[in-house]
């Protein structure tokens, strides 16, 4: 047993969910008590979708139990069949129907339904979300995909795409775009638009172009060894991430043609000089594996930033996040449990953190900016507006992104140069909330503030108090608040290393001498 | 302080009732945890479950979750499937490691849910058992909010009723109210029963452990909230007698379970009416404005939370609505009566669910006004019906007179914006 407050993944089953909402003409018929149904709302809430997912419970209850859950089990089948008329149903079990062992698949197989049926089986105590839409896919490719004739013409699949991806929807149109231009045509788009038909006519693509390995991978995997078609092995987020696929493409396709990259923007806006404030800005990244992987290189090598630390919650792709974040010469963090990763947050006292929609709350509470680059996410990383992260237009959107939430530039000097005015003291708060709210400094934590003649005891990794002298301490407080928190840990850090018990003036100058850049 | 006039057509109590069984897009008992940790101020409620048990907290308590709140699901992996004695040690840890991480808890709360009542984990002989080896700081209760077994409301029915076994003996003669109430109605409520010299008012639950009420054989009790049947019962066997009241929304509703207390406890027609006449005429001014919207209109209630036929109720009386079909999970006689005698006849009553069946009703009447799950709601309105979500109806202050006009509000405002929204070009 684990105690949870949080989770960063649902059960296997919504996973299924996502893959079967993702498409047309496909129907899930899910054993599952009363209240299942709350996956529901993730669609229809989160996603705004305007149709119910295409999913039957079964809905047993209590009395069911020892009588004829199977009974039921087939009614619903019947009639999700009946009156949806799907080309193929997804049947399985969730959490509580794996306990009473009806066997879903065996069932509806006796049935004598017309369609295909695939059955599922989805680990509730051992898997999760996206396990559960990784497997579904693979399943369902295995049973309906069909050896055939290669197109003419190159064409390739696209893969992984789902219900409930974050961005997925503009991704997908922006990579569409990307090889549209390159004369390579799309065979099919799985799971997201597909149709059990389509599906069947995935091996007539010369090669598959794989975006979210989390849902798609191991249907990549698979249709390389049954089918012969190779998979794209970059996720195209950022502008270095795009030229390599693009590069990888052209290979794939036997092609030179290039895309256009004129709408391209990040190179000139990272260039400009309003930009050079990002650099050697801390970040802490924090997602899905592939998310984060992908935005480790755009913070690094397209913003200018310095990584702090990298982590994800999808132990299945532990491995190539340990040996990344090795690589950038910082430790992995690899949990589900988002106390954790909030833990490792405070530790690392980084500026900025790109995560999930926990890492945006655990921002808001420590008074981090923090942008949004990974699920789970809430409705408003569902936006109206065209948003990919992929392709060039992603490019130009992270860049967007990953700005706003920072002070910008200029703002930046302006504060330091009028922090002693009294429109712009610490506890003046800020105008645009009516001088009410008072900011909150990330470095002081809320309850009394220091007199300042107490001196303020911090305990250094060693156990040895390093004591903040008033005068330093008043000193500290000059800096500008966004960067104080930054200051105040290089200085105790220099005082640690040489084994300064008492910080002072000299010491704090000392420090920001040392770690000058 | 009359009781009110029933219809001039007759009520519904006498309809035939239809009852379906099939897909109920519903949510389970656990979802009563959202309001009822904010009550009960020193309570915890753990959740013994799986993943798709926390995902659905995580869903339904949105961003709630950040700020430290008072529950969790301990999720069972596929190691405590395999043995029971197991099962149980694993639970005493993961409790005290709790109960030492956060010492404000007086009451635990253990919450069985799908997959701890398919293996049998014997949850009521761990809260036994947590009970002694905690005491005194600590009562550790269990209850089931199962999907198998509760219907969302019926999450907080299943709390309180375990509950009403442990609550002291006594034998004054005290009124208890029974029903989780947002704070700011609790005290309205508080203040109309002392005004008119009725005390002292227990409540059920209290806010903490400590000022918890009595019960006993003279103890007389009414009800806030329609999904209360196994309090009902488990407050009768402790000897306490119920008061049948429609429940208290919209003026009506408020005028008449008010007077089934103050007839009680003999309260003149006069002081009743200095206590009431004046919040009386503001919820009647209050409800007519939000009513403007909705005479006339015709609206479908899909089953939700067993409050249906007492909004149906108010709805049709007070806001001129038509009710099409009225449907709740269940209905209990002794609790829904008093309101089906008010409801005016015409409307289908319908108990329990068979979703898809039900759909096509819906899309057959073609209502004003359609008030279900937010899993339905938008599927809905993108099929050109206008739809008013209904989990709102349990989080939001609409209970008594001073939320009558809120109440109606609720129902009138998605009605005001697809009047509102002009999404074509001028030409």
């Known amino acids: ?517 | 302080m009359t009781r009110l006039a029933p219809p001039a057509q007759g009520g519904c109590r006498a309809a035939p009732v239809l009852k379906e069984r099939g897909q109920r897009e519903v949510f389970c008992g656990l979802t009563g945890i959202i309001w009822l940790h904010r009550k009960m101020q020193d309570a915890f409620f753990l959740v013994v479950g799986s993943r798709t048990c926390a995902h659905l907290l995580q869903s339904a308590a949105g961003v709630m979750i950040f700020a430290e709140p008072r529950f969790g699901t301990a999720i069972l992996e596929e190691s405590d499937l395999a043995g029971m004695a197991d099962a149980q040690a694993e639970l005493d840890r993961e409790v005290a490691r709790l109960l030492a991480r956060r010492p404000d808890i007086r009451q635990l709360f253990l919450v069985g849910s799908c997959p701890s009542e398919v293996i049998k984990l014997d949850l009521s002989k761990a809260a036994e058992r947590l009970t002694q080896a905690h005491a005194p700081r600590v009562r550790v209760l269990n209850y089931s909010g199962s999907g198998i077994e509760t219907t969302f409301t019926e999450g907080e029915d299943a709390c309180l009723a375990a509950m009403v076994p442990v609550l002291p003996e006594t034998q004054a003669r005290d009124v208890l109210i029974a029903g989780a109430l947002p704070d700011v109605v609790e005290d309205q409520m508080l203040g109309l029963l002392e005004a008119m010299g009725i005390g002292p008012v227990r409540v059920l639950p209290a806010h903490r452990i400590d000022d918890e009420t009595a019960v006993g054989p003279n103890t007389v009790f009414a009800l806030t909230q329609p999904f209360l049947a196994e309090t009902r019962a488990a407050l009768m066997r402790r000897g306490a007698r119920h008061i049948p009241a429609p429940f208290p929304f919209g003026e009506e509703g408020t005028t008449a379970w008010l007077a089934a207390i103050a007839a009680e406890f003999g309260v003149s027609a006069d002081r009743f009416a200095a206590v009431t006449d004046a919040p009386r005429d503001r919820a009647r001014r209050a409800v007519a404005r939000a009513a403007e919207t909705l005479r006339g209109k015709s609206v479908f209630f899909l089953p939700d939370s067993q409050m249906e036929i007492s909004l149906a109720r108010f709805l049709a009386r007070e806001c001129g609505m038509t009710p099409l079909e009225v449907a709740q999970p269940y209905i209990h006689d002794a609790i829904h009566g008093p309101e089906l005698d008010l409801l005016p006849a015409g409307p289908r009553i319908a108990e329990g669910q068979d979703v898809d069946l039900q759909l096509d009703r819906v899309r057959a009447d073609r209502p004003d006004l359609t008030v279900c799950g937010l899993g339905l709601a938008n599927p809905l309105e993108a099929e050109g019906l206008t739809t008013k979500w209904a989990i709102e109806l349990v989080f939001t202050p609409v209970h008594f007179y001073e939320q009558a006009g809120d109440l109606a509000a609720l129902f009138a405002r998605p009605l005001r914006r697809r009047d509102a929204l002009r999404l074509e070009g001028a030409s």
Not at chain 1, 54 to 73: H, K, N, W
């Open chain 1, 1 to 517: 047993m684990k105690l949870a407050v949080w989770t960063y993944e649902g059960p296997p089953h919504v996973g299924a969910m996502r893959v079967a909402t993702a498409m047309r003409g496909l129907h899930y018929v899910l054993h599952a008590p009363q209240g299942d149904t709350y996956a529901d709302l993730l669609f229809t809430m989160i996603e705004r979708r305007d149709h119910r997912p295409p999913v039957s419970y079964t809905t047993f209850q209590a009395r069911d139990l020892g009588a004829d859950t199977a009974g039921l089990f087939k009614s619903a089948c019947q009639d999700a069949v009946d009156r949806f008329a799907p080309q193929a149903i997804i049947v399985g079990a969730s959490c509580t129907a794996e306990l009473i062992q009806d066997d879903p698949g065996g069932l509806s197989e006796t049935m004598g339904l017309g369609i295909p049926v695939v059955p599922l089986e989805l680990p509730s105590y051992q898997r999760k979300e996206l396990f559960g839409a990784d497997e579904t896919f693979y399943q369902l490719v295995k049973a309906l995909a069909r050896p055939q004739q290669r197109t003419e013409a190159v064409s390739c699949n696209i893969l992984g795409g789902t219900a409930l991806g974050f961005r997925h929807r503009d991704d997908i149109r922006e990579i569409t775009g990307l090889l549209a231009e390159m004369g390579i045509a799309v065979n099919v788009c799985a799971p997201l638009g597909a149709t059990p038909a389509d599906i069947a006519r995935m091996p007539a693509a010369h090669f598959n172009v794989l975006l979210y390995p989390e849902t798609g991978e191991s249907a990549a995997r698979w249709l390389e060894k049954a089918h012969g078609q190779p998979w794209t092995k970059t996720v195209p987020i950022g502008v270095g991430a795009t030229r390599d696929f693009i590069a990888e493409l052209q290979r794939l396709a036997g092609t030179d043609a290039a895309p256009d990259d004129s709408r391209l923007r990040l190179p000139w806006w990272s260039g400009s000089v309003d930009s050079t404030y990002l650099t050697g800005k801390r970040v802490f990244l924090f997602g899905d594996a592939s998310h984060v992987m992908a935005m480790a290189r755009v913070a690094r090598d397209e913003m200018g930033f310095e990584l702090a630390g990298m982590g994800c919650y999808n132990r299945e792709f532990a491995r190539p996040l340990r040996a990344l974040a090795k690589d950038y010469g910082v430790e992995a963090l690899i949990t589900d449990d988002y106390l954790d990763v909030e833990a490792e947050i405070e530790r690392l006292a980084p500026e900025m953190i790109l995560g999930t929609q926990m890492e945006r709350h655990t921002a808001k509470r420590l008074g981090i900016p923090c942008a949004v680059i990974s699920a789970p996410v809430h409705v408003q990383d569902f936006p109206a507006r065209y948003s990919p992260v992929m392709g060039f237009e992603g490019a130009n959107v992270l860049f967007d992104t990953l700005v706003h939430p920072l002070v910008m530039g200029l703002e930046e000097h302006l504060l330091a140069m009028f922090r002693e005015d009294f429109e712009f003291h610490d506890a003046a708060g800020a105008s645009h909330h009516g001088a009410k709210a008072m900011r909150r400094a990330p470095d002081d934590a809320p309850g009394p503030q220091p007199t300042g003649e107490v001196p303020d005891q911090v305990r250094d990794g060693s156990g040895y108090d390093i004591v903040w002298l008033p005068a330093a301490e008043r000193e500290l407080k000059k800096i500008p608040f966004f960067v104080r928190g930054k200051a105040r840990r290089n200085t105790e850090a220099f005082a640690a290393e040489r084994g300064v018990a008492q910080i002072d003036i000299d010491t704090l100058y000392e420090a920001k001498a040392h770690y000058a850049r």
